[in-house]
C-alpha cells in the first residue's frame, strides 16, 4: 500500500478519546443497558444504537446522544460506553448511535444518520422514558462535528434526510464538543487531515468549496441555537485550535450562549488531570441546560 494511502488510517487512530472514569460516583447506582437497538434504515442496511438509563427514577430523563470519533470512517458506538455509564449514573439516559462511514457513504449521510437517532429518541420517548425537550449532545472529534451540526442547523438547511410525514423535529438543547472541525475550507487545515476531509465529502475542499462550507457548522451559526460547550488542544494535530477561536467568534456574533476552553499543550485527546476537569465541566454544563434549563426568549 502506498504510503500517502495509509495516511488516513493511521491518523483515524489518534481521533478516540478514552475518557476513562471522569468523576467517581458514589455506591455506583444502578443502571439499565441495552445494546444494538435498530433506529433507522439507510440503504437498506439497519443502524442500530445502544442506551444506558438509569434504573430507578420515573423519568422523563434528560437525553444525551453520545457520538464517537474517527475520522467519519471509523469507530464503533461501544467507544463511548464508559461516559455513556457515567451519564446513567448522573440521571440521565443515554444514546451512542452507530452511524455510516466514508468513504463509502459521504457528507451528509453521517448527519442524516444522527438526526434520524434524535427523531428515534423523540418518538420513543414514553417508551424509554426521554424528556423529548430536554436533549443535548455530546461528541468527539468528527462526533464533535456531527454533534454541532445537529446543534446549530435546521430543516431549512436541506440536511434531514429522509423524514417520514409527522416525524418530529431533530432540534437539540445543548452541545458539548471536544476538538471537533467547525470550518473544513480552513486554509490551516493541517496536510495530515486533508486526506480524511477529502474521503468524507467526496472532494477536496478546493475542487468543492460550496460542499466544504455545507458541511462546516461555521455556516449556520445563528442567534437561535442551543448553548455550545468546547474543548480544544493548542497542540491538536488534526484539528487546529483556531477551528474552536473561529467558532468562539461566531458564537459570539450571533448570541448563542456557551463557552471555548483552549487546553494549553494538549493535543487530539489528553489524559492525565485534564480528563476529570473537563468531564465535570461537561456534566456542569448539560446540568445547568438539560436538567435546571430555562428555555431562551
Given at each position: 500500500?502506498?504510503?500517502?494511502?495509509?495516511i488516513?488510517?493511521?491518523?483515524?487512530?489518534?481521533?478516540?478519546?478514552a475518557?476513562?472514569?471522569?468523576?467517581?460516583?458514589?455506591?455506583?447506582?444502578?443502571?439499565?443497558?441495552?445494546?444494538?437497538?435498530?433506529?433507522?434504515?439507510?440503504?437498506?442496511?439497519?443502524l442500530?444504537?445502544?442506551?444506558?438509563?438509569?434504573?430507578?427514577?420515573?423519568?422523563?430523563?434528560?437525553?444525551?446522544?453520545?457520538?464517537?470519533?474517527?475520522?467519519?470512517?471509523?469507530?464503533n458506538?461501544?467507544?463511548?460506553?464508559q461516559?455513556?455509564?457515567?451519564?446513567?449514573?448522573?440521571?440521565?439516559?443515554?444514546?451512542?448511535?452507530?452511524?455510516?462511514?466514508?468513504?463509502?457513504?459521504?457528507?451528509?449521510?453521517?448527519?442524516?444518520?444522527?438526526?434520524?437517532?434524535?427523531?428515534?429518541?423523540?418518538?420513543?420517548a414514553?417508551?424509554?422514558?426521554?424528556?423529548?425537550?430536554?436533549i443535548?449532545?455530546?461528541?468527539f472529534?468528527?462526533?464533535?462535528?456531527?454533534?454541532?451540526m445537529?446543534?446549530?442547523?435546521?430543516?431549512?438547511d436541506?440536511?434531514?434526510?429522509?423524514?417520514p410525514?409527522?416525524?418530529?423535529?431533530?432540534?437539540?438543547?445543548?452541545?458539548?464538543?471536544?476538538?471537533?472541525?467547525?470550518?473544513?475550507?480552513a486554509?490551516?487545515?493541517?496536510?495530515?487531515?486533508?486526506?480524511?476531509?477529502r474521503?468524507?465529502?467526496?472532494?477536496?475542499?478546493i475542487?468543492?468549496?460550496?460542499?466544504?462550507?455545507?458541511?462546516?457548522?461555521?455556516?449556520?451559526?445563528?442567534?437561535?441555537?442551543?448553548?455550545?460547550?468546547?474543548?480544544?488542544?493548542?497542540?491538536?494535530?488534526?484539528?487546529?485550535?483556531?477551528?474552536?477561536?473561529?467558532?468562539?467568534?461566531?458564537?459570539?456574533?450571533?448570541?448563542?450562549?456557551?463557552?471555548?476552553?483552549?487546553?494549553?499543550?494538549?493535543?487530539?485527546g489528553?489524559?492525565?488531570d485534564l480528563?476529570?476537569?473537563?468531564?465535570?465541566?461537561?456534566?456542569?454544563f448539560?446540568?445547568?441546560?438539560?436538567?435546571?434549563?430555562?428555555?431562551?426568549?
Amino acid at each position: 500500500m502506498p504510503a500517502q494511502s495509509r495516511i488516513p488510517v493511521a491518523s483515524a487512530a489518534l481521533l478516540f478519546l478514552a475518557i476513562g472514569s471522569p468523576c467517581a460516583i458514589a455506591d455506583e447506582p444502578a443502571i439499565r443497558e441495552e445494546a444494538d437497538i435498530i433506529y433507522t434504515k439507510a440503504d437498506g442496511v439497519e443502524l442500530k444504537l445502544d442506551i444506558a438509563a438509569p434504573e430507578k427514577g420515573q423519568g422523563p430523563f434528560p437525553s444525551v446522544l453520545v457520538i464517537h470519533g474517527g475520522a467519519w470512517r471509523a469507530g464503533n458506538k461501544r467507544d463511548t460506553r464508559q461516559v455513556m455509564r457515567e451519564f446513567a449514573g448522573r440521571g440521565y439516559l443515554a444514546v451512542s448511535p452507530q452511524y455510516r462511514f466514508c468513504p463509502r457513504e459521504v457528507f451528509p449521510a453521517q448527519v442524516h444518520d444522527v438526526k434520524a437517532a434524535v427523531r428515534w429518541m423523540k418518538q420513543h420517548a414514553k417508551e424509554y422514558r426521554i424528556d423529548p425537550d430536554r436533549i443535548g449532545a455530546v461528541g468527539f472529534s468528527a462526533g464533535a462535528h456531527l454533534a454541532l451540526m445537529l446543534g446549530v442547523t435546521s430543516p431549512a438547511d436541506g440536511l434531514e434526510g429522509e423524514t417520514p410525514a409527522g416525524s418530529p423535529n431533530t432540534r437539540i438543547q445543548a452541545v458539548v464538543n471536544y476538538f471537533g472541525p467547525v470550518d473544513l475550507a480552513a486554509t490551516d487545515i493541517p496536510e495530515v487531515s486533508k486526506p480524511l476531509v477529502r474521503d468524507f465529502l467526496g472532494a477536496t475542499a478546493i475542487e468543492r468549496p460550496d460542499l466544504a462550507a455545507r458541511a462546516s457548522p461555521r455556516s449556520y451559526i445563528t442567534r437561535d441555537d442551543p448553548p455550545i460547550l468546547t474543548f480544544q488542544g493548542t497542540k491538536d494535530p488534526l484539528v487546529p485550535h483556531t477551528q474552536a477561536v473561529e467558532l468562539a467568534e461566531a458564537m459570539t456574533a450571533a448570541e448563542v450562549p456557551g463557552r471555548v476552553e483552549l487546553l494549553v499543550g494538549a493535543g487530539h485527546g489528553w489524559g492525565g488531570d485534564l480528563v476529570p476537569h473537563t468531564a465535570g465541566e461537561m456534566f456542569a454544563f448539560l446540568d445547568q441546560h438539560l436538567k435546571g434549563a430555562q428555555k431562551r426568549p
